[in-house]
């Protein structure tokens, strides 16, 4: 990502801010339509971008064939790309909060479409997986940056109606991915699922072309600039090494200090693990030679209940936001309901992730009616979709804009690194231990980790009080 040279202005930034709330250069004050379709930008992309990573898993036995490798050596293609899209994360969210947002996303997505075109012609399995590696790595800006645009447009009050909209996109994607991939293999093969990715990459950037910058740096320092207005410290470029210190050792620097990025992203990541190993079990118990010999078609369609859990879950997010949060901004003053207040729906989803493990596992193992594995599906992804909103509003609202996008950076290395591994096992661990006690392996370790947003709640603003990146009371 070639960027121009520009040196972080610490001390600028005491001296530009806002002339005050009605700024109208300030994106909470832009016109309502104007902050959706900022929104809506990162939302597609980053259904773009998941859809990519999941819909390669419908031709993961045409490209077995073609290739002459094994079906765990073509889930690489699968895996890589996850894997690039968590490492890309780590680099993206910092130089946005250096450069801005809006150069991340117009100069990464053209990379992503060109990787992705690469892939669809690779005449072999190497150049296949490099694509789809690099591809995952230049579209890793929208996963990772798009919560600190939510962050820039939206105040507080509204941020557990707006977000989710961002934040159900990363689960929607995939969910869709082998619904279309599985008709798709069976009439056109796996060089056409590269090209629905590509035409879909083309609509969105034309979309995403007029947008403005969000960023509140940015925007003061192009306005200082245009007004040609003296600050009092000078434009000295920092050593590459404070650079290279800033933009890619603090995502690291937070998961591993900052307690509440920690424990929460440990628990995130290990739900999208299991939601991603869905790609590959699903298959195995579904599909030709499992418990009920679905054909590619039929077994795409059996995601159907990923994607409507991941629609009910968004819609508790936000009953439940606006069930609560308007009486705690009345009792704490707007901007200052304490962080914690947004845990409530990962308290109440977090139940719901290994009671469908469990449902999932045993129902499937006892070859009841297609049916009954496929609904216990939808729970899972309730539970996935409450934690993973409730947690990312928690960690943004936790650490503001300035360093939100960092946090979840961080967030999107180890759920991305957890995604990526968890699918190369999946069928060994299915086959090994059977499909009932595989899954219920599955759901103790979610019963272990149900705890967390609990204890976040209850001591998160003492875990607040000693970080060094806080912005919240």
């Known amino acids: 990502m070639a960027l121009p040279s520009r040196a972080p202005q610490a001390r600028d930034l005491v001296d530009l801010d806002w002339t005050g709330p009605d700024d109208a250069d300030c994106p909470y004050n832009w016109p309502l339509w104007k902050r959706l379709y900022m929104t809506s930008i990162p939302a597609l992309l980053c259904v773009n971008v998941s859809f990519a990573s999941s819909v390669y898993t419908s031709g993961t036995n045409d490209i077995s064939q073609q290739f002459n490798v094994s079906r765990t050596e073509s889930l690489l293609g699968l895996s890589l790309f996850l894997w690039a899209l968590g490492l890309g994360a780590i680099i993206a969210a910092p130089v946005s909060e250096n450069y801005g947002r809006r150069i991340v996303y117009l100069t990464t997505v053209p990379i992503f479409g060109l990787f992705t075109l690469g892939s669809g012609l690779a005449p072999n399995f190497v150049t296949l997986i490099v ?175 990923i994607a409507l859990g991941c629609v009910v879950g968004f819609v508790g997010v936000v009953y439940i936001d606006r069930r609560t949060y308007p009486a705690l901004e009345t009792k704490y003053g707007v901007g200052k309901v304490p962080p914690e207040h947004r845990l409530y729906g990962a308290m109440v989803g977090s139940a719901l992730n290994p009671a469908s493990l469990f449902w999932f596992g045993w129902s499937a193992n006892a070859g009841t009616h297609w049916a009954s594995p496929v609904v216990a599906a939808v729970p899972f992804a309730v539970g996935n979709i409450m934690v993973y909103s409730s947690g990312a509003l928690y960690i943004m609202n936790s650490y503001g804009s300035l360093h939100g996008a960092s946090a979840l950076s961080a967030n999107s290395l180890l759920r991305y690194a957890f995604g990526g591994a968890f699918p190369l096992f999946t069928v060994q661990l299915f086959s090994s231990l059977g499909t009932g006690w595989a899954s219920s392996l599955l759901g103790f370790i979610s019963v272990v980790l149900v705890p967390v947003p609990w204890v976040l709640y209850k001591y998160g603003k003492r875990i607040r009080a000693h970080s060094q990146y806080i912005t919240a009371a």
């Not at 995952?136 to 940056?145: D, E, T």
């Not at 869709?176 to 090209?195: H, N, S, T």
Request: with cysteine; hydrophobic share 45%; glycine share 10%.
């Open 131 to 305: 694509c789809r590696t690099f591809a995952g790595f230049f579209g890793s800006a929208v996963v990772s940056v798009g919560g600190g645009t939510n962050a820039d447009l939206w105040r507080p009050t509204l941020a557990g109606v707006v977000y989710p909209f961002y934040f159900v996109s990363p689960f929607l994607g995939p969910a869709f991915g082998p619904v279309v991939g599985g008709y798709l293999i069976e009439a056109k093969g796996w060089r056409w699922l590269q090209w629905v990715i590509l035409f879909m990459i083309v609509f969105n950037y034309l979309y995403a072309l007029p947008q403005s910058e969000t960023y509140k740096k940015i925007i003061l320092e192009k306005r200082t600039r245009n007004e040609k207005t003296p600050t009092r410290s000078s434009k000295v470029a920092p050593p590459s090494r404070a650079i290279l210190q800033h933009i890619l050792l603090k995502p690291f620097k937070m998961l591993f200090v900052e307690s509440i990025v920690l424990f929460m992203t440990i628990y995130m990541a290990f739900n999208f693990a299991v939601f991603y190993s869905f790609f590959a079990a699903f298959p195995y118990i579904f599909g030709p030679g499992g418990h009920y010999n679905f054909t590619p078609g039929q077994q795409g369609l059996t995601f159907l209940s």
